[in-house]
């Protein structure tokens, strides 16, 4: 039986590749229930997964929802919401990597990401009001966050797309990469995260979530106030730091 969403980890990396190429990587009940299962997996793995990264096999990184099951009863109310709320909260940074169309709800899934990495094939729009549709799974919280409130409305009023070098440029994307750089980008990310203290780089992610929308002295306060301090691996990896010195 194919998988949907292939779940692959090694060496502290996992990586979650949505795998219906033929179906433009189309959002179905049963991928989301795939990517569900595989959230639990990374969610109760903890600090032995350094960083994640969501992928996806063929041309298209995501066409969105699958609208051939409008109507399909899902297994309780707001259920692709929440999967998008826990793969954006999951502890671990979350590198995206897109490649062609990124479109609607999959714009939606990418914005989860802590970096997103856009293949200069990329092309990113947002074609909720092409189909009389109103997001619900993050996208008019998530995308002003990243480009700005008045760029997140031309892109939404429009429906226009954005090319990878354009989104790269607003700030949608962290980079753009040419296709055949992608994965190995990519690789090169995930590996320089997880090599880092996985007590580090997971206080950083909540310290950079939780203080998203305090103003400057309430952050530095919250962020003096609720640092984790030093962590387990401190004396370890000062002594290898001086070591390679």
Excluded at 25 to 38: D, I, K, M, P, V
Excluded at 46 to 69: H, M, T
Excluded at 85 to 95: G, N
Excluded at 159 to 172: C, K, N, Q, T, Y
Aim: hydrophobic share 40%; proline share 5%; aromatic share 6%.
């Amino acid at each position: 039986m194919t998988q949907l969403v292939h779940y692959h980890c090694e060496d502290g990396i996992a990586a979650l590749t949505l795998n219906r190429p033929e179906q433009r990587n189309a959002l179905s009940l049963a991928l989301w229930q795939e990517l569900e299962t595989h959230l639990t997996t990374i969610e109760q793995a903890g600090q032995d997964i350094g960083v994640v990264v969501l992928r996806s096999n063929g041309p298209v990184f995501c066409a969105g929802n699958d609208l051939k099951e409008r109507g399909v009863k899902f297994p309780r109310p707001f259920y692709q919401p929440h999967i998008v709320r826990r793969l954006a909260s999951l502890p671990q940074p979350l590198i995206v990597a897109v490649q062609g169309g990124c479109f609607t709800g999959g714009l939606e899934l990418a914005l989860a990401g802590d970096i997103i990495i856009a293949a200069e094939s990329a092309s990113f729009a947002d074609t909720h009001a092409k189909f009389s549709m109103v997001p619900m799974w993050g996208l008019t919280q998530r995308l002003p966050r990243r480009v700005g409130s008045f760029k997140a409305r031309e892109i939404s009023f429009t429906g226009l797309p954005v090319s990878g070098r354009e989104a790269e440029r607003i700030g949608l994307a962290n980079s753009c990469v040419p296709d055949d750089q992608l994965e190995a980008h990519t690789a090169r990310l995930a590996k320089a995260i997880a090599s880092q203290s996985r007590h580090s780089v997971f206080a950083y992610k909540a310290l950079y979530t939780e203080q998203t929308d305090l103003p400057l002295d309430a952050g530095l306060a919250h962020e003096l106030f609720n640092t984790r301090g030093v962590g387990p691996d401190l004396a370890e990896r000062v002594a290898k730091g001086f070591g390679k010195a």
